[in-house]
């Protein structure tokens, strides 16, 4: 949801290439425009556009910037179309202040208003430039530069990450409202930005700042204060020991390849993390005894949280509610308890629609746990308890690893619940490595095949319905065709009527759903379709679907998980064949800060 970086150095320097590479490593959150802003003694050099940083930064030669401070900036649009006047940083009105953002002020439209009202010029929709002149109204009132962004604070609403410099001084600003920020302290240089990917390459010392606090960066140390008052606070420096690996592509031209080949060892880690991890008992004694239990998330997240309630039932005999966070709210937040227990499930621990249904939980006293990646994310520190997905960065858009480590914790969870010896779960890993060494070549045949095709489907039944669900999202999301996933029974009841000759229609099958799949098959093949099978070596599914994609044999819970390594790579090639990128698709952001 947009990502800022800031980097402020004790010489003058070539700043360009720095800001290039930051800008690299915070693609992720955004890619419709890309600027930055250099601060050569008190000359402020801007340059920004429409496209992503290895475009924008050779068309505009950010390379060439240089001096002692720089500010970079990544948009992913919301107030304002992407264009080059909406993109960040922004200018002040007489253009000697320079400041960018990510998330969202929302309530952008009266302050734009309010300040053109108050004679500023105001050149763009964004609310990137709002903040700007939110501490330029201060400024014109005469407050010292500070006091101006403390105030500026107080008139912003939403949840947002905030950086600002002025001409004549020698430091950067930045704070928070509900948005992750974090600040590094290196040799001769300090830095802040959106998140720690960033900033790891130049140094592992950082600070997290909190929401309601400044932080004012000089080159040689940083001064927290709080927005209140003013007053000093002290935060103490982290070393960070993760390693640089998980921030580079280690050889795969993509990082959703990478992350796909790492689905077995971050399942192996997270298994022994579960399996070590004390809270896990107390937490199932917690759903136990929940007088209802409801699993909550979006997008990719939401499919493990309806994987899991599949799992519960299945094999713990225990319902529990599978439930868009947005719905959450309408639907069941006003007649939840302290009696009810909830898992908010997210990779980045920061989606927007999943803390507004947290917070409508715990507002009515529901017990809130997560099952996030990000550690340190606000999902992690506002529930009670919230199990680690242990994964890494997982810098591509489309979530793979994240997902299958969700499945892998539900999966968990269930077998503790239905008192069953979770050493059976250890050969997942080993299992995920070989489905991804069988399915590889025939997958890249078959999205050869289909790839002329902008319209799909793909049906799964009981425990492989959220699995054809997260399948036809992935496909959706990086091939930009329209893939519909389906509970298979569901497709008679009026989606069938789109079936033409070659259409594609994928099932997802689990070993015991080989009769109803096989009706299912028939059904569309007999009206044309093409038929790719995703299941267990089954000599009936064989004979009547157009592809067999065999996955190794295992119980149907953990068919399921296996059954979406192929999809995963399905996009993945068919996308790579359109010619996109697939770890940035169109539109998209990794972490969704907004409403
Ligand atoms: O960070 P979260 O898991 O809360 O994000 C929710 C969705 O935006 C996310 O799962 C999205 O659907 C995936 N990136 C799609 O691959």
């Known amino acids: 949801m947009c990502g800022i970086f800031g980097y402020v150095s004790n010489k003058k320097e070539s700043l360009g290439p720095i800001l290039i590479e930051a800008?690299?490593?915070?693609?992720?959150?955004?890619?419709?425009?890309?600027?930055?802003?250099?601060?050569?003694?008190?000359?402020?050099?801007?340059?920004?556009?429409?496209?992503?940083?290895?475009?924008?930064?050779?068309?505009?030669?950010?390379?060439?910037?240089?001096?002692?401070?720089?500010?970079?900036?990544?948009?992913?649009?919301?107030?304002?179309?992407?264009?080059?006047?909406?993109?960040?940083?922004?200018?002040?009105?007489?253009?000697?202040?320079?400041?960018?953002?990510?998330?969202?002020?929302?309530?952008?439209?009266?302050?734009?208003?309010?300040?053109?009202?108050?004679?500023?010029?105001?050149?763009?929709?964004?609310?990137?430039?709002?903040?700007?002149?939110?501490?330029?109204?201060?400024?014109?009132?005469?407050y010292e530069f500070i006091d101006a962004i403390r105030l500026a604070y107080g008139d912003l609403e939403g949840d947002y990450a905030f950086l600002i410099g002025h001409a004549n001084d020698d430091k950067l600003y930045a704070f928070k409202k509900g948005s992750g920020m974090v600040v590094g302290l290196g040799e001769g240089?300090?830095?802040?930005?959106?998140?720690?990917?960033?900033?790891?390459?130049?140094?592992?010392?950082v600070i997290r700042p909190q929401d309601g606090e400044i932080?004012?960066?000089?080159?040689?140390?940083?001064?927290v204060r709080s927005v209140k008052d003013g007053k000093l606070i002290i935060r103490k420096q982290e070393t960070v020991t993760e390693s640089m690996d998980a921030v580079q592509?280690?050889?795969?031209?993509?990082?959703?390849?990478?992350?796909?080949?790492?689905?077995?060892?971050v399942a192996r880690e997270l298994l022994h993390v579960l399996n070590g991890n004390r809270e896990v008992g107390s937490l199932v004694g917690k759903m136990k005894n929940a007088r209802h239990l409801y699993f909550i998330g979006c997008g990719t997240s939401y499919h493990a949280a309806l994987a899991g309630s599949v799992f519960f039932a299945g094999l713990a005999r225990r319902a529990a509610i599978p439930v868009l966070a947005p719905q959450f709210i309408a639907q069941y937040a006003p007649s939840v308890d302290h009696d009810d227990v909830g898992i908010f499930v997210s990779q980045s621990g920061e989606t927007k629609d999943v803390l507004n249904a947290l917070a409508a939980a715990e507002g009515r006293g529901m017990a809130c746990f997560g099952l996030a990646n990000v550690v340190g994310s606000t999902l992690t520190k506002a529930t009670s308890f919230c199990l680690p997905l242990c994964c890494g960065y997982e810098i591509s858009v489309p979530a793979t690893k994240t997902f299958t480590n969700q499945i892998v914790t539900f999966l968990y969870l269930a077998y503790r619940m239905a008192g069953r010896d979770v050493r059976e779960l250890d050969r997942i890993p080993e299992l995920m490595e070989q489905t991804l060494e069988i399915v590889t070549p025939q997958i890249e045949a078959i999205a050869k095949e289909i790839n002329e095709w902008n319209d799909m489907y793909c049906l799964g039944y009981g425990v492989t319905y959220p699995i054809a669900l997260e399948?036809?999202?992935?496909?959706?999301?990086i091939t930009y065709a329209h893939c519909e996933g389906m509970l298979s029974t569901e497709f008679k009841h009026g989606p069938l009527s789109a079936v033409r000759e070659g259409f594609p229609v994928i099932f997802v099958a689990g070993p015991n759903d080989a009769p109803l799949i096989i009706s299912g098959i028939n059904e569309v093949k007999v009206r044309g379709a093409r038929t790719i099978v995703i299941a267990e070596e089954d000599a009936r599914l064989r004979a009547n679907g157009d592809d067999l994609v065999v996955i190794p044999k295992?119980?149907?819970?953990?068919?399921?998980?296996?059954?979406?390594?192929?999809?995963?790579?399905?996009s993945y090639h068919m996308s790579v064949m359109r010619g996109f990128d697939p770890d940035f698709p169109r539109n998209l952001s990794k972490t969704l800060t907004v409403d």
């Open 23 to 142: 800008a690299k490593r915070l693609t992720y959150r955004g890619y419709d425009s890309v600027g930055a802003a250099t601060f050569d003694g008190s000359k402020i050099d801007l340059r920004k556009d429409i496209g992503k940083v290895e475009e924008v930064s050779v068309r505009y030669n950010f390379a060439e910037m240089r001096g002692q401070r720089g500010i970079a900036q990544l948009r992913w649009a919301t107030f304002g179309e992407p264009s080059q006047v909406n993109a960040q940083p922004h200018l002040d009105s007489d253009g000697d202040m320079v400041g960018a953002h990510n998330g969202n002020v929302v309530n952008n439209v009266e302050l734009r208003e309010q300040f053109i009202a108050e004679g500023m010029t105001v050149r763009s929709q964004n609310d990137g430039e709002t903040c700007v002149h939110a501490v330029e109204r201060y400024v014109n009132r005469g």
């Open 189 to 205: 240089f300090t830095c802040v930005s959106s998140d720690l990917p960033s900033i790891l390459p130049m140094t592992r010392q």
């Open 215 to 223: 932080v004012t960066l000089w080159a040689d140390r940083v001064e």
């Open 249 to 265: 592509k280690g050889g795969y031209p993509h990082f959703m390849l990478k992350e796909i080949h790492e689905q077995a060892q």
């Open 471 to 477: 399948g036809a999202l992935k496909l959706k999301e």
């Open 554 to 570: 295992s119980d149907p819970q953990i068919s399921a998980l296996l059954g979406v390594l192929p999809l995963q790579l399905l």
